[in-house]
């Protein structure tokens, strides 16, 4: 999931990979000494949470986010970017555990209410991943992830029709929005509209997709591929 929001922002410029790497370093750098002489401040502990976040230092992202929150209960996006930090290391149950709080601080985080509809989804809990989802969307419309999140929750509680509505509202907003195209083939496939289903798919395969051999067998595509 995503991890959003320095609480100072900083502006960015298009640089060359290896310069934006240094800056980080730089960056991280600041954050580390400006935290030894102000080692209680949460929008340190938090901002260094993020730049570490940046480079794929989950652990010790998680380790400042919850410093952030020692220092500033109150802080719910610390909550979200840890739930979102436990999404990608495939701890749903803490992820679930972490955005629920973010939700109870502030019930108006769009981020928070798809991460909670993700790890739903992801346990199973098909309905409330849908309610999630469905508050997502309506805090925050142009939230592609939570009307993705919502398009494949309504697959799996079999409510096709509303899916295939919600991904065609998704390729409205993004046109090569791959997933999209993925759920609509899934839908499509169950409906048995199965030459509508073949054409998504191979779009979502020219956006990068990828391959599903178990879809590939139902739409019979693996000959047409070869």
Do not use: W
């Amino acid at each position: 999931m995503k991890i959003t929001h320095a609480l100072k922002g900083r502006t960015s410029t298009m640089t060359h990979p290896d310069q934006a790497e240094a800056k980080l370093n730089l960056y991280i750098k600041f954050l580390k000494e400006r935290l030894f002489f102000e080692p209680q401040s949460a929008t340190l502990h938090y901002n260094l949470g993020l730049a570490y976040s940046q480079k794929q230092l989950e652990d010790e992202a998680i380790s400042e986010f919850k410093q952030a929150l020692e220092c500033d209960p109150g802080l719910a996006q610390a909550h979200v970017n840890l739930g979102g930090l436990y999404l990608r290391k495939g701890d749903h149950a803490q992820a679930l555990a972490e955005n629920l709080k973010a939700v109870e601080l502030d019930p108006n985080l769009p981020m928070a209410h798809n991460n909670v509809a993700f790890a739903r989804l992801q346990e199973g809990d098909y309905e409330r991943a849908i309610e999630s989802s469905r508050r997502a969307v309506e805090l925050m419309p142009g939230l592609i992830q939570a009307h993705n999140t919502l398009a494949v929750a309504l697959i799996q509680a079999g409510d096709l029709d509303s899916s295939i509505a919600v991904s065609l509202d998704m390729l409205k907003m993004n046109e090569r929005f791959g997933p999209a195209h993925y759920n609509l083939a899934v839908a499509y496939k169950v409906k048995g509209d199965l030459e509508r289903a073949r054409v998504h798919y191979a779009q979502a395969l020219s956006l990068g997709g990828p391959v599903d051999p178990l879809l590939e067998a139902e739409l019979s595509l693996e000959d047409r591929r070869s």
